[in-house]
């Protein structure tokens, strides 16, 4: 394929998945949006007002990023995961495989099109962030970064998800008993530092960790953990996973017999 | 001139150990109309999936026009179309979508994709379904869809697995005509069916394939040559309650009382008539009892078996 017709196969992918999640809205962009209005209610508002301040600003301010983050987390890998299964399920991944689509294309534009969930998710939660609290950006180029860093990783990390999945339970597994805990333990909420030494050091060794306060510090200017180091871990971590992902699409797991 | 597919030695064993290919070669010249026919599980579905990517060949070479699919794989697949045997669309997408995105993933941009599949679902009779969802569609329609979709690039070879499985009739006579059209217009068709109608009115040659080896490989006109003997059953005037004894061919009457004479190849059917109307039997109509290939091919997959039972008992015996 020339490059031309490799772009316009890219573009057609992104499209394609562009199109499906904002299609079925309802099920897509809405949910995160209630969920996250909720949090900020009951945590931010409601609770938060108790706790007071957490890091040197009130605690609504404080888990804002986070929730961001998380929200952008779950909507990039539940994209991909979610939409390569449901591919493979109903055969129609087959469309990409007589194709003369390069692996690495295909790969491209699922994760693009996770990423345009994910980022499309995170946007809308900022929105609404902002009827609660006033949102002061620290280093813009920071949370650009970390975010699309973080939602390119999940999105490879659901890539990965599904072709491994055989069934509809695999797909959930991971979001439910891996993401949601190591979100929730990742900082969202609070700051490691009100942690005991042992469980603070239990900590570190969550990813998630890292991308949250990295983007917290992009916001707030504050963090837990070096968000240059973090930032280098997730650089790290999209490596690792798209050659596995990679590895995949050429041995064909789980779509070729 | 290049052929427009190159099969050698071609095998396939399965994760679970079953040998579905066991060294096939079979070679499809360009602009030819071609079937691969065989019993279910002979291993037509696995020789097309591996020569369309969606299965992984063991051993063996194949080439699409000339380019191999292990060193130039972009460019065989760009020279083929695929219309497999299952639905293999999103049944939620948009009869148009489904297309035009097809042909975006051989790299065809946007408004020269729309221009293609409206040109294909006109031709087979879609284009005022172009805006329904695959799923509300007929199983006829969604065949179609799966054969738009498979020209939306323009390929050089067309791959049909059953392409008129559980469709009717008229549609089925409608999708012949369609498929000789793209044949004259010279795109080569390579088709597996369980209608061995389908293959005697369409295909120049053909393959049998049986227990992953090719029984046969020749043209449609060598292969009906070898039939020997055709059943022809006889409607006559009056109720036969026995079968008349005629000198030259042998005879007996069917469940319904319809007369079936065997008919050598070389004897002439005049002699029948004859026959007949010295015993002052009347024959009102005439058909053949099966189809002429159809005979041929339960004959040889018969044989095969026949051939691999006794290699079977030998074996045990040892």
């Known amino acids: 394929m020339t490059p031309h017709a490799m772009m316009t196969a890219f573009s057609t992918i992104v499209i394609r998945e562009v199109r499906r999640f904002t299609r079925i809205w309802p099920q897509t962009l809405l949910p995160p949006a209630v969920t996250m209005t909720l949090y900020f209610i009951i945590f931010g508002n409601l609770i938060g007002s108790r706790i007071g301040d957490m890091g040197g600003f009130d605690y609504m301010s404080f888990i804002v990023p986070g929730l961001i983050m998380m929200a952008v987390i779950t909507s990039s890998y539940a994209n991909v995961v979610s939409s390569f299964f449901s591919m493979k399920f109903q055969r129609s991944i087959e469309e990409l495989l007589v194709s003369p689509v390069p692996n690495w294309i295909i790969l491209a534009g699922y994760v693009c099109g996770g990423m345009a969930r994910g980022l499309g998710i995170g946007f809308i939660v ?44 695999d797909i959930s597994i991971v979001p439910t008993f891996v993401l949601t805990p190591l979100t929730y333990l990742g900082g969202v909420f609070y700051s490691i530092s009100m942690l005991p030494d042992f469980w603070q050091g239990v900590s570190m060794i969550n990813p998630i960790l890292y991308m949250v306060n990295a983007f917290r510090y992009g916001i707030l200017g504050v963090s837990d953990v070096n968000p240059f180091v973090a930032l280098g871990m997730i650089l790290v971590f999209i490596s690792l996973f798209s050659a596995v992902a990679l590895r995949m699409l050429a041995r064909g797991k789980g779509i070729r017999h | 001139m290049t052929n427009a597919l190159e099969i050698e030695g071609l095998t396939k064993t399965y994760g679970d150990g079953f040998q579905a290919l066991k060294g096939i070669d079979m070679n499809v010249r360009q602009g030819d109309f071609f079937a691969l026919l065989g019993p279910n599980g002979a291993g037509k579905s696995t020789t097309l999936g591996i020569v369309s990517s969606l299965v992984n060949k063991s051993a063996g070479k194949v080439r699409v026009f000339g380019c191999d699919i292990d060193t130039h794989l972009s460019d065989a697949k760009l020279n083929l179309g695929v219309v497999p045997q299952e639905f293999n669309f999103n049944q939620f997408e948009k009869v148009f979508d489904i297309v035009t995105t097809q042909a975006g993933y051989y790299g065809i941009p946007l408004k020269q994709a729309k221009v293609s599949a409206e040109k294909y679902l006109r031709k087979l009779g879609l284009w005022d379904k172009k805006d329904t969802p695959a799923r509300m569609l007929s199983g006829g329609m969604k065949r179609r869809l799966m054969i738009a979709r498979a020209l939306v690039h323009e390929p050089k070879l067309l791959i049909l697995d059953e392409p008129t499985a559980g469709v009717d009739i008229e549609l089925r006579r409608s999708m012949w005509t369609f498929l000789e059209e793209m044949n ?28 992953g080896r090719i029984l046969r490989h020749t043209s449609k006109r060598d292969l009906l040559q070898q039939l020997h003997v055709e059943t022809f059953v006889l409607d006559t005037e009056s109720t036969l309650t026995e079968a008349p004894a005629l000198a030259d061919f042998p005879c007996r009457l069917d469940d319904e009382g319809a007369l079936e004479v065997d008919v050598q190849k070389g004897q002439g059917l005049n002699k029948v008539f004859v026959e007949l109307d010295a015993l002052g039997i009347k024959v009102v109509s005439m058909r053949t009892k099966a189809n002429r290939l159809e005979e041929l091919f339960i004959r040889m997959v018969e044989e095969n078996a026949a051939g691999k039972g006794a290699a079977g008992a030998q074996g045990g015996a040892a």
């Open chain 1, 126 to 169: 900022t929105l609404l962030s902002l009827a609660f609290t006033r949102l002061q950006i620290h280093n813009l180029p920071m949370v650009v970064v970390t975010v699309f860093l973080t939602s390119a990783l999940f999105a490879v990390g659901g890539f990965i998800n599904a072709m491994l999945a055989t069934k509809f339970d």
């Open chain 2, 184 to 211: 004259r217009e010279g795109t080569t068709i390579i088709l597996t069916t369980h209608y061995l109608e389908e293959a005697e009115a369409l295909c120049r040659n053909i393959a049998i394939i049986d227990h």
